[in-house]
Protein backbone atom coordinates (compact mmCIF):
# COMPACT_ATOMS: atom_id res chain seq x y z
CA UNK A 1 0.00 0.00 0.00
CA UNK A 2 1.48 3.19 -1.10
CA UNK A 3 1.94 5.89 1.62
CA UNK A 4 -0.94 8.00 1.74
CA UNK A 5 1.52 10.87 2.99
CA UNK A 6 2.14 10.70 -0.27
CA UNK A 7 -0.86 12.39 -1.58
CA UNK A 8 -2.53 14.97 1.23
CA UNK A 9 -0.75 17.64 2.44
CA UNK A 10 0.45 19.09 5.29
CA UNK A 11 -2.31 18.55 7.57
CA UNK A 12 -2.13 14.70 7.40
CA UNK A 13 1.06 15.74 10.42
CA UNK A 14 4.50 14.71 10.31
CA UNK A 15 5.89 11.99 8.58
CA UNK A 16 6.32 8.38 11.20
CA UNK A 17 4.35 5.65 12.18
CA UNK A 18 0.34 6.00 11.76
CA UNK A 19 -2.87 3.91 10.93
CA UNK A 20 -3.80 3.61 7.58
CA UNK A 21 -6.79 2.31 5.83
CA UNK A 22 -7.86 1.61 2.14
CA UNK A 23 -11.04 1.00 0.99
CA UNK A 24 -12.43 0.05 -2.47
CA UNK A 25 -15.47 0.05 -3.21
CA UNK A 26 -17.99 -1.39 -6.43
CA UNK A 27 -21.43 -0.20 -6.47
CA UNK A 28 -23.73 0.94 -9.69
CA UNK A 29 -20.57 0.12 -11.78
CA UNK A 30 -18.73 2.72 -10.10
CA UNK A 31 -15.46 1.61 -7.91
CA UNK A 32 -14.01 4.14 -5.51
CA UNK A 33 -10.17 4.42 -4.02
CA UNK A 34 -10.34 5.66 -0.79
CA UNK A 35 -7.05 6.23 1.91
CA UNK A 36 -7.56 7.09 5.62
CA UNK A 37 -5.11 7.81 7.69
CA UNK A 38 -5.02 7.79 11.62
CA UNK A 39 -2.55 9.90 13.97
CA UNK A 40 -3.41 10.35 17.36
CA UNK A 41 -6.76 12.35 17.58
CA UNK A 42 -7.09 13.61 14.10
CA UNK A 43 -7.39 11.75 10.81
CA UNK A 44 -7.50 12.60 7.25
CA UNK A 45 -9.10 10.98 4.21
CA UNK A 46 -7.73 11.11 0.39
CA UNK A 47 -10.24 10.54 -2.57
CA UNK A 48 -9.17 11.90 -5.43
CA UNK A 49 -6.44 13.86 -4.58
CA UNK A 50 -8.98 16.24 -2.13
CA UNK A 51 -7.86 15.48 1.52
CA UNK A 52 -10.25 16.26 4.23
CA UNK A 53 -9.28 16.19 8.04
CA UNK A 54 -11.77 14.80 10.91
CA UNK A 55 -11.08 13.51 14.39
CA UNK A 56 -10.30 9.87 14.97
CA UNK A 57 -13.11 9.23 17.51
CA UNK A 58 -15.60 9.95 14.28
CA UNK A 59 -13.74 7.13 12.24
CA UNK A 60 -16.85 4.88 11.87
CA UNK A 61 -18.90 7.91 10.62
CA UNK A 62 -16.95 9.04 8.19
CA UNK A 63 -15.93 5.44 6.95
CA UNK A 64 -20.04 4.50 6.76
CA UNK A 65 -20.44 7.67 4.70
CA UNK A 66 -18.21 6.26 2.13
CA UNK A 67 -19.78 2.90 1.78
CA UNK A 68 -22.33 2.20 -0.62
CA UNK A 69 -25.38 3.69 0.15
CA UNK A 70 -26.71 -0.12 1.29
CA UNK A 71 -28.21 -0.38 5.14
CA UNK A 72 -25.91 -4.04 5.08
CA UNK A 73 -22.70 -2.40 4.67
CA UNK A 74 -23.84 0.76 6.71
CA UNK A 75 -25.21 -0.73 9.96
CA UNK A 76 -23.60 0.85 13.03
CA UNK A 77 -21.62 -1.86 15.13
CA UNK A 78 -24.56 -4.20 17.45
CA UNK A 79 -21.73 -6.44 20.26
CA UNK A 80 -22.90 -9.50 18.21
CA UNK A 81 -20.42 -12.11 17.89
CA UNK A 82 -19.86 -13.82 14.42
CA UNK A 83 -20.77 -17.17 13.59
CA UNK A 84 -19.74 -19.34 10.91
CA UNK A 85 -22.85 -17.97 8.47
CA UNK A 86 -24.66 -19.62 5.73
CA UNK A 87 -22.55 -20.15 2.32
CA UNK A 88 -24.28 -18.86 -0.64
CA UNK A 89 -26.65 -20.53 -2.80
CA UNK A 90 -26.82 -21.04 -6.51
CA UNK A 91 -27.13 -16.97 -8.31
CA UNK A 92 -25.31 -15.05 -5.91
CA UNK A 93 -22.65 -14.07 -7.82
CA UNK A 94 -25.56 -12.35 -10.08
CA UNK A 95 -27.48 -11.06 -7.40
CA UNK A 96 -24.31 -9.25 -5.48
CA UNK A 97 -25.15 -5.35 -6.12
CA UNK A 98 -22.06 -4.12 -3.95
CA UNK A 99 -18.55 -4.97 -2.60
CA UNK A 100 -16.39 -3.26 -0.39
CA UNK A 101 -13.15 -4.15 1.03
CA UNK A 102 -10.96 -2.60 3.62
CA UNK A 103 -7.32 -3.26 4.48
CA UNK A 104 -6.21 -1.96 7.67
CA UNK A 105 -1.89 -1.62 8.07
CA UNK A 106 0.52 -0.28 10.61
CA UNK A 107 3.30 1.51 9.27
CA UNK A 108 5.77 3.64 9.08
CA UNK A 109 7.74 5.45 6.32
CA UNK A 110 10.07 2.71 5.82
CA UNK A 111 7.47 -0.27 6.21
CA UNK A 112 4.06 -1.42 6.44
CA UNK A 113 3.19 -3.97 9.01
CA UNK A 114 0.38 -5.43 10.78
CA UNK A 115 -1.89 -5.73 7.61
CA UNK A 116 -5.79 -6.88 7.79
CA UNK A 117 -8.26 -6.93 4.39
CA UNK A 118 -11.75 -7.60 5.13
CA UNK A 119 -13.84 -8.28 2.00
CA UNK A 120 -17.47 -8.15 2.04
CA UNK A 121 -20.55 -8.36 -0.80
CA UNK A 122 -24.04 -7.67 -0.36
CA UNK A 123 -26.99 -8.65 -2.44
CA UNK A 124 -30.60 -7.13 -2.04
CA UNK A 125 -31.03 -8.97 1.11
CA UNK A 126 -27.49 -10.18 2.82
CA UNK A 127 -24.17 -9.80 3.58
CA UNK A 128 -21.41 -11.83 2.63
CA UNK A 129 -17.63 -11.80 4.51
CA UNK A 130 -14.98 -13.55 1.70
CA UNK A 131 -12.24 -14.73 4.08
CA UNK A 132 -9.43 -15.92 1.74
CA UNK A 133 -7.03 -19.06 2.52
CA UNK A 134 -3.59 -19.41 2.75
CA UNK A 135 -3.78 -21.95 -0.95
CA UNK A 136 -5.72 -19.35 -2.49
CA UNK A 137 -8.79 -20.32 -2.32
CA UNK A 138 -11.53 -18.07 -0.26
CA UNK A 139 -14.64 -19.07 1.39
CA UNK A 140 -18.08 -16.97 1.49
CA UNK A 141 -19.96 -16.92 4.10
CA UNK A 142 -23.16 -14.75 5.55
CA UNK A 143 -22.70 -12.02 7.94
CA UNK A 144 -25.13 -10.45 10.02
CA UNK A 145 -25.71 -6.49 9.48
CA UNK A 146 -23.45 -4.88 11.54
CA UNK A 147 -20.50 -6.75 10.97
CA UNK A 148 -18.02 -4.29 8.79
CA UNK A 149 -18.48 -1.57 11.84
CA UNK A 150 -17.78 -4.47 14.25
CA UNK A 151 -14.64 -6.00 12.32
CA UNK A 152 -13.57 -2.16 11.45
CA UNK A 153 -13.33 -1.12 15.06
CA UNK A 154 -11.89 -4.45 16.07
CA UNK A 155 -8.87 -4.26 13.33
CA UNK A 156 -8.86 -0.89 14.22
CA UNK A 157 -7.91 -1.14 17.88
CA UNK A 158 -5.67 -3.78 17.09
CA UNK A 159 -3.82 -1.46 14.49
CA UNK A 160 -3.59 1.14 17.36
CA UNK A 161 -2.11 -1.80 19.77
CA UNK A 162 0.36 -2.18 16.74
CA UNK A 163 1.42 1.13 16.43
CA UNK A 164 1.82 1.87 20.46
CA UNK A 165 4.51 -0.91 19.98
CA UNK A 166 5.91 -0.20 17.79
CA UNK A 167 6.42 3.50 19.19
CA UNK A 168 7.64 1.94 22.28
CA UNK A 169 10.00 -0.05 20.30
CA UNK A 170 11.57 3.18 18.72
CA UNK A 171 11.97 5.38 22.02
Known amino acids: MASIDD ?30 Q ?3 SQGV ?15 WPVVRELLPPLDLLRTAPTGRPLDGGQAPGPGF ?7 AVLAT ?15 WLTTDDELWRVTPHADGTSDVRSAPAGSVAELLI ?3 T ?14
Open 93 to 99: VEDCRAM
Open 45 to 59: VVENGVATPFPTDRL
Open 38 to 40: LRG
Open 158 to 171: AAMEALVRVLETAS
Open 7 to 36: QAPATTGTPGPRVALRLVTTYDDTTRRIDL
Open 154 to 156: WDV
Open 105 to 119: VVGDDERDEHVAVRT
